[in-house]
């Protein structure tokens, strides 16, 4: 019981994470109509920029700091020489160019940082773990992941429902032309929501520093997980991508967990390991492929 | 003006004969130098060019070209720098190949057309076994030897109950198949993870579970970085001890992971403190041209260049004498960075395995200590099922 309630922290903690990187992508492909399969390299420069500056400066908070700016700089930078170029064509013209995208700067961090994965470690104040239900020890920076998911979940809540810009956001989600006759500003409200986008895969990155390795090619690892859960919640929805985050977090980490067990009960040992290896990598794309039998759409679609 | 124009004819065709008698060796290197496994190949290539340079662009007397082009580790890419090296560059000596499912798809190819291939890293029980040829040399390691040497040790240090982690494919099956060859005690657990996989956390909570005595794992570049981190995160390098290959603990992986990885034990066939005059010397060169310590695949590169070289030697750097060719290369008289070297019958080394620990030395750099010769003069298990023709 209690490894089926840490196995549940760790698929929670697994979610978070997808989220962050699900919830920007999804905004960018809702409202600017772009696939942007470069996604997963902002994820990188994240990492790399805080890794860089918290070796160099010793703080982490700054390697944040570090890590949200450069990515959210990356992000406009992008958007300006690249994207706006790209509104207007097919979604294979923008997956070509953005696939572009993810050669470059793999390959750009290799030129500026060599080809050595990077160090970087837990924060002192976030190491150890803690045992806030009585008989789990669990590290406490994967409990500091799951707050500040759970911190940035709200906030963007807030921003999109309190907010004139959330408002404008949404208003340019739903009908571009429309609220481009009213007055909003398309051009720099899409600026600022590729930003925003790049900015959450950063902070995905700068996360994902201290647990993984920082090296190039980090963000497709994690831009596959990503696409499967924009598809499953509905593409364009932050809501979906919440949902779908915590469900492909959950499905993936529990049938890592636990199908060898289970199929154990019905193979021989050697032979459940197999399948069992073998089925819990499939197991978050059998749940795309059901979920899209019964809703083409996704879970909760974004519009209607 | 009639003799004027032979005699310069004559020159011509003297001085073209010169040149062809100058004309250097060449030795096609393919090797992995893009993508996140670049470092590889840059070590095999430093390694090998270091003994080229210290000879003044010569191996054993002979001048050798190097030529180097990049497989990107995929399978096809590497077929076709072959192709150009054996059809346009007339290369008659090939090297360099990092991962064992390139070299699967390369050698067994190059080495129909007359052509010497040295593997200075991948050595696939296919190679050695059943797909071996005479014209293939691995002078690194046949792959499972790493894992043997560990299965050995946790024996005998008196692990019983150990728990093991590879990625789901064939590497992944062979590894924890090698380290079972030579351990005794009981599984705890055979889990085979998802290639590419990042978070571990999943398999450490239900590894904990089990409680077992050691854990052993292959888990190559990134996957083991990530594997180490999140491990020391949750506290079990204190209570659980970790043993592998030494894929995952070479000097440059250890700067991404440093503490994480301080006292896992690791099998290996060198290490840079080895006590011998022609390790401390290829150690100190490595040091002075490139500044950073020598990983185990610079000291392969190196190796296969100095092997290359007494074979040169030997057949006066005529490569088109391919039996005499081969036969310098079984000889393997060599001054090798591992002490003592000698080739099987399906031509892998005879070599001394050991057992090494990650170590934070003076200088406050990450390295690995040798702990042990576990194994001595150890060969392979592919002997018997290798029929040269």
């Not at chain 1, 570090?66 to 997956?95: C, F, M, N, P, S």
């Not at chain 1, 750009?108 to 803690?130: A, E, H, K």
């Not at chain 2, 000291?299 to 039996?323: I, P």
């Amino acid at each position: 019981m209690l490894l089926f309630i840490e196995q549940l922290l760790n698929g929670l903690q697994l979610g978070i994470m997808l989220f962050l990187m699900s919830a920007g992508m999804t905004l960018v492909f809702g409202i600017l109509q772009v696939i942007n399969l470069a996604h997963g390299s902002f994820y990188m420069i994240g990492a790399y920029v805080g890794a860089t500056v918290t070796a160099r400066t010793g703080s982490f908070l700054l390697g944040v700091l570090a890590a949200l700016t450069a990515a959210a700089l990356a992000g406009v930078a992008v958007e300006i020489l690249v994207l706006r170029r790209l509104y207007k064509k097919e979604h294979l013209d923008q997956v070509l160019a953005t696939f572009g995208l993810i050669m470059f700067f793999n390959e750009l961090t290799r030129i500026l940082w060599g080809r050595q994965p990077l160090f970087m470690d837990v924060p002192v104040w976030l190491s150890g773990s803690v045992e806030f239900i009585p008989g789990i020890p669990y590290p406490a920076y994967r409990i500091a992941v799951i707050t500040v998911g759970i911190g940035v979940g709200v906030v963007l809540y807030l921003l999109f429902t309190r907010t004139r810009i959330g408002m404008q956001i949404r208003a340019g989600a739903g009908n571009r032309e429309m609220a481009g006759a009213l007055g909003v500003n398309i051009r720099l409200l899409y600026t600022l929501v590729f930003g925003l986008g790049t900015l959450l895969a950063g902070l995905a990155g700068m996360m994902a520093g201290p647990i993984l390795a920082v090296e190039a090619g980090m963000g497709e690892e994690i831009l596959i997980l990503t696409l499967v859960v924009i598809v499953i919640g509905g593409i364009g929805s932050i809501r979906g991508a919440l949902v779908g985050a915590l469900i492909v977090g959950l499905v993936d980490t529990m049938g890592r967990a636990f199908l060898p067990a289970l199929l154990r009960l019905f193979f021989s040992a050697a032979h459940a390991d197999g399948v069992a290896a073998s089925l819990s990598s499939m197991s978050v794309y059998l749940l795309m492929a059901g979920i899209l039998i019964f809703r083409p759409r996704g879970l909760l679609p974004a519009h209607g | 003006m009639k003799r004027f124009l032979l005699v310069g004819l004559m020159l011509v065709f003297i001085f073209a004969d010169l040149a062809q008698a100058v004309e250097p060796v060449k030795i096609g290197m393919i090797t992995t130098l893009s993508t996140k496994a670049g470092y590889l190949g840059e070590e095999i290539r430093d390694g090998f060019q270091l003994a080229m340079d210290q000879e003044g662009g010569k191996l054993g007397g002979i001048p050798v070209e190097l030529l180097v082009d990049d497989d990107g580790r995929k399978p096809e890419k590497a077929k076709q720098i072959a192709e150009r090296f054996i059809k346009r560059d007339r290369v008659k000596i090939l090297t360099g190949i990092v991962f064992s499912n390139v070299a699967i798809a390369v050698v067994p190819k190059v080495v129909r057309q007359d052509v010497i291939y040295v593997s200075p890293n991948a050595g696939p029980s296919l190679l050695a076994g059943k797909g071996c040829h005479p014209n293939y040399f691995n002078v690194a390691y046949q792959n499972d030897n790493l894992d043997e040497v560990v299965g050995q040790y946790v024996t005998d240090a008196g692990f019983k109950n150990v728990y093991l982690l590879a990625p789901n494919y064939p590497a992944g099956k062979d590894h924890l198949a090698g380290f079972k060859r030579y351990y005794q005690g009981a599984i705890a657990g055979e889990v085979y993870t998802k290639l590419g996989q990042s978070d571990y956390a999943a398999e450490i909570a239900a590894l904990r579970a089990k409680a077992p005595d050691a854990v052993f794992f292959f888990l190559p570049g990134g996957m083991g970085i990530n594997f180490i981190k999140q491990y020391a995160q949750a506290g079990l390098n204190r209570t659980i001890p970790v043993f592998g290959p030494a894929f995952s603990f070479d000097e440059r992986l250890l700067q991404a992971v440093k503490d994480a990885a301080i006292g896992v034990k690791n099998g290996s066939q060198w290490s840079h403190d080895l006590n011998n005059p022609a390790n401390r010397q290829f150690v100190d060169a490595f040091k002075n041209a490139y500044g950073r310590t020598p990983t185990l695949y610079a000291s392969q590169g190196y190796d296969a260049a100095r092997l290359l070289g007494s074979a040169l030697k030997q057949v006066n750097g005529d490569v088109t004498r391919l039996d005499a060719l081969r036969q310098a290369i079984r000889k393997a008289d060599f001054d090798t960075v591992r002490g003592k070297f000698a080739f099987t019958a399906n031509q892998h080394p005879i070599q001394d395995i050991y057992i090494r620990e990650v170590v934070k030395d003076e200088a406050g750099n990450y390295t690995n200590r040798t702990v042990k010769a576990v194994f001595k003069d150890h060969g392979n298990v592919y002997v018997e099922q290798c029929k040269m023709e």
